[in-house]
């Protein structure tokens, strides 16, 4: 029986007293916070305060894999000012207040994403009650576009799951899983999708006391429970703070000292305050901007994506060699209704991979997130062949090895495979052009390079020339869709967009260790301006054999503008590699990566020039001037590779470099680039020019091309 309804959501009224206020967010496919919903809501627990029939409340969402996405971001881009935004938290504060007021308990069950202020609503209730299914994660995902919480979450939190843990959620943008939230105590209780039994909270439901912070582990016991501990704490995260944040970040820091009032004052009325102040300032600041572009551009994109439904003619898919990367693509394949065919000529590897696949369904079905019988006929769909068998009726061909041999194995496969099969290279030292040479059918060819790991890169770079079959671009674009990833097509070149554009930092990176800066420095350098990874681990990551051929691949395409070094191909010879031989710049070995003693005395055999110049600087200066060579040089690269027209606009290689790696705050080389200044930036490079050399020399029209 329907007891309230609006726009956006429903209030049931169930048996035994309990209203059920149901999200539903109309015409959309998940639920996002507005004004209108805030109305919505509001008017509904008014209602339902106001009745005397009900003594439970529970919240829950009608879309199957949302129970409330965070602030629309749509919304935020047409009222992005101090004024409104404060406004706007003010007033889901009350919302939230109103929630956690009640008489009588209130219970949300997640089911689905619960983000952002969609969580600060949720942990609004006394309970909280986490559906295990695929699509339900947890967390404050404020920080990524440079805001806090600000409906109360950061004075709620620290009351539920203590000091450290908030903190660690509320400046990192963590995702949880309902059994880690169950752990921290996000989640008071996890359930099963489809379990009839309902949990103990849905039972017999109490109101929680909020004045009190949880004292569950002995370091709330020790530490959180007191002033003196909690000052403590709060000095280490500031340290930690400093050392890691990236730079020109400011809301991690705003949520500290939310967090601080939170902790420090019993009523949470000058908590409340400092959130609506805090957005204020946040969204006068570059970062702000910079993370709505990139959310906004990166929800159109994928709805501009061509839809997956195309990609069912790609049934059958070969995938070459048993990389990493392969056993995640043979994964996802089969998970999508594929029949995959893995090729290694290691029948050791083979063997190998097929046994970390098992292992992987098998723990996927064992935590419930996987149902057995799909993980039984994904493995059913997996076939292994060291000899090329059942590669002459494929769809597509994957290539993962980044051997150097993969000409000649398209020549292998351009006779064993039909004219209608789409091969495609995942390398980027090979172009289309040079895979095509000898081919019988050459333009069935295309390169599909995920910047860094698979699994975890968003981004896909495509190159497929304009004479190619008209399909094999569009359903490369629809196979990169179905993976979830944002598809940027890209002239073919060797390195193609992402890491040409890091190539001369690499090359920069390894000339500040021949000068004697630490391996551990020059990353940090990079990591404190905001890129996910700092040069050195980046190319440990890749593989110095990969960095090695792609040095040599670039070579005459930099020419004369920056001199790569040849102490690449001597790692390589060294089967100094990274992480996949375990040593690399960084030995790998545990968990904590230290510095690699053969790697240093490699490249510091010959000292670099600007070493007795910099001896005497200290660690802020050299961090300061290492951050401002690599820098300077992918801003440049990012202009002439505009030139060159590797990608359609500015606005395209931006998004890109922002997605795969590069300081998403900072918007991109040439947004960062045009937010510094034409002026300030070429005084930085006259300066390092003078200093380094032309590497650093500006090309003509750069001043117009910054400015775009």
């Excluded at 059942?390 to 769809?395: A, M, Q, T």
């Excluded at 020059?522 to 050195?536: E, K, N, S, Y």
């Excluded at 395209?652 to 991109?668: E, S």
Aim: hydrophobic share 45%; charged share 25%.
């Amino acid at each position: 029986m329907t007891f309230f309804e609006s726009k956006n959501l429903r209030v049931r009224r169930l048996a035994d007293d309990v209203a059920m206020l149901v999200l539903d967010a109309d015409g959309e496919t998940v639920n996002r916070i507005t004004p209108d919903l805030l109305d919505e809501l509001d008017a509904a627990l008014g209602r339902i305060e106001d009745s005397a029939d009900f003594a439970t409340l529970v919240i829950c969402s009608a879309k199957p894999t949302s129970f409330c996405n965070g602030i629309d971001p749509l919304w935020l881009a047409g009222h992005a000012t101090s004024g409104e935004l404060s406004a706007f938290s003010e007033r889901g504060q009350k919302v939230c207040q109103k929630l956690a007021g009640l008489d009588f308990p209130s219970i949300a069950v997640i089911a689905g994403a619960c983000l952002g202020a969609g969580l600060e609503l949720a942990i609004a209730c006394d309970h909280r009650v986490a559906v295990d299914r695929p699509a339900s994660i947890l967390g404050f995902n404020d920080v990524e576009l440079g805001l806090i919480p600000c409906f109360g979450g950061t004075q709620r939190l620290p009351r539920l799951i203590g000091l450290t843990d908030s903190l660690k959620l509320l400046s990192g943008a963590r995702r949880l899983r309902p059994a880690e939230a169950r752990a921290l105590g996000v989640v008071d209780e996890v359930c099963n999708d489809g379990d009839d039994t309902p949990p103990e909270q849905l039972i017999d439901p109490a109101k929680r006391d909020w004045m009190h912070f949880p004292r569950r582990t002995l370091r709330q016991k020790l530490f959180e429970s007191n002033s003196f501990g909690r000052r403590f704490l709060l000095r280490g995260a500031r340290r930690i703070l400093s050392e890691r944040l990236p730079q020109d970040m400011p809301a991690p820091w705003e949520a500290l000292e939310a967090v601080q009032l939170a902790v420090q004052n019993p009523e949470s009325t000058a908590g409340l305050e400092f959130e609506r102040q805090a957005v204020a300032r946040l969204v006068q600041t570059p970062a702000f901007s910079n993370l709505l572009h990139l959310r906004l551009e990166r929800e159109r994109r994928r709805k501009e994506a061509p839809k997956a439904e195309a990609a069912r003619f790609l049934r059958s898919i070969g995938i070459v060699g048993a990389t990493e990367a392969a056993k995640w693509l043979v994964r996802q394949a089969v998970l999508r209704g594929c029949q995959v065919v893995l090729h290694d000529n290691d029948k050791t590897a083979l063997g190998y991979a097929f046994f970390e696949l098992h292992r992987g369904f098998q723990e996927e079905i064992r935590r419930g997130s996987l149902p057995p019988e799909v993980g039984l006929k994904s493995l059913e769909a997996i076939r292994g062949t060291a000899e090329w068998q059942h590669f002459n009726d494929l769809d597509l061909v994957l290539d993962t090895l980044d051997d150097g041999g993969r000409v000649e194995r398209f020549r292998h496969l351009d006779g064993i495979t039909t004219p209608a099969t789409i091969l495609a290279s995942t390398g980027l030292a090979d172009t289309v052009v040079q895979l095509r040479e000898g081919l019988a059918h050459p333009h069935r060819v295309g390169v599909l390079h995920f910047p860094g790991e698979p699994e975890h890169a968003a981004l896909a770079e495509l190159a497929c020339p304009s004479d190619a079959a008209e399909p094999v671009q569009r359903r490369l674009e629809e196979w990169a869709a179905s993976l979830g990833k944002l598809c940027v097509p890209v002239t073919d070149r060797p390195g193609l967009l992402v890491l040409r554009i890091w190539l001369p930092a690499f090359n920069e990176a390894v000339l500040l260790l021949q000068e004697g800066m630490r391996l551990d420095r020059i990353d940090q350098a990079m990591t404190r301006f905001g890129t996910v990874q700092g040069p050195l681990e980046m190319m440990d990551q890749i593989g110095l054999d990969v960095t090695a051929r792609l040095v040599a691949a670039l070579r005459p395409v930099l020419g004369e503008r920056v001199a790569l070094h040849a102490g690449f191909a001597e790692m390589a010879q060294q089967q100094m590699l990274g992480v996949r031989s375990g040593a690399g710049f960084y030995r790998h070995a545990g968990k904590r990566r230290r510095a690699n003693p053969r790697a240093v005395a490699l490249w510091r055999r010959d000292p670099g020039e600007a070493w007795l110049q910099r001896s005497a600087l200290s660690q802020a200066d050299q961090l300061d001037l290492a951050q401002r060579r690599m820098v300077s040089l992918m801003v440049l690269e990012a202009v002439h590779c505009i030139r060159e027209k590797i990608v359609a606009d500015a606005a395209t290689l931006d998004f890109a470099m922002a997605t795969a790696g590069w300081a998403p705050h900072r918007g991109g080389p040439l947004t960062y680039a045009r937010q510094l200044g034409a002026d300030a930036l070429l005084q930085w490079l006259e300066t390092l020019q003078g200093d380094f050399g032309g590497r650093f020399a500006p090309p003509g029209g750069f001043r117009e091309a910054i400015q775009g």
